[in-house]
């Protein structure tokens, strides 16, 4: 089944440690975004890609970092940078070119500070 | 820049229609969404609507949009208790790309047996 997974689940962050969300789509999308979500808040842009080997930043990019070296692949890295990073990390992918870019979400990662 | 509001509760008894309201503020928005959060799990695209439409209907869900008020509704028919979910309404910029999305914060709804 074509999908898109994020892994972990949870995840634990202790002061001062970067840590890596990891997300992986089999759909052949071009575009995959990061998105971060807090209780009772819109879902806010990190980062996106619309290629590989090229990514831009969204509307809170700041502590935050990824790389797009496969077309399948868009890790996130939280760093220590990233002073508030508790939130629940969507993952999503679109096809670009069709001038309707509809949004296919993983499952989350929840992340939370120790 | 541009602002998507919604009520953030909804409460209605199991077998009524459901009505969920978004405002939006961007004028030049060519499509707008709604999108289905179920607890813990990532967003589906429920539906969509172009701006040149004033109506969208699928099976138990409408959609409505009033261009002129920036208005968009989403009416569900019947509604059950697989519906308790986050709704979200979202638009997209005069370019219609999913990096110019702007989403609403959510609209919780609550089913009373």
């Known amino acids: 089944d074509g999908g898109i997974t994020q892994s972990p689940k949870y995840l634990f962050r202790k002061e001062g440690q970067n840590v890596t969300l990891s997300c992986e789509q089999n759909?052949?999308?071009?575009?995959m975004y990061w998105y971060r979500q807090d209780p009772g808040q819109g879902l806010r842009l990190i980062y996106y890609s619309q290629i590989v080997n090229d990514f831009q930043k969204g509307d809170i990019a700041e502590g935050y970092s990824v790389s797009r070296e496969k077309k399948e692949s868009f890790p996130l890295t939280v760093t220590s940078a990233q002073k508030n990073p508790t939130a629940f990390y969507l993952c999503a992918s679109s096809l670009p070119g069709d001038y309707n870019e509809k949004l296919f979400f993983g499952s989350g990662t929840q992340l939370s500070v120790l | 820049g541009e602002d998507v509001e919604q009520s953030l509760f909804l409460s209605v008894r199991e077998g009524d229609s459901s009505v969920i309201n978004c405002t939006y503020t961007?004028?030049?928005?060519?499509?707008l969404y709604w999108y289905k959060q179920e607890p813990g799990a990532g967003l589906q695209l429920l539906t969509y609507?172009?701006?040149?439409?004033d109506m969208k209907q699928d099976q138990r869900l409408t959609v409505l949009l009033n261009k002129k008020d920036k208005h968009l509704s989403l009416r569900i028919a019947d509604t059950q208790t697989g519906d308790s979910a986050i709704y979200f309404c979202?638009?997209?910029?005069?370019?219609?790309?999913?990096?110019?999305?702007?989403f609403g914060k959510g609209t919780h709804l609550i089913i009373q047996p």
């Open positions: 961007d004028s030049s928005s060519t499509y």
């Open positions: 759909l052949n999308h071009d575009a």
């Open positions: 979202a638009e997209s910029g005069p370019g219609g790309g999913a990096d110019g999305l702007t």
């Open positions: 609507i172009f701006s040149n439409m």
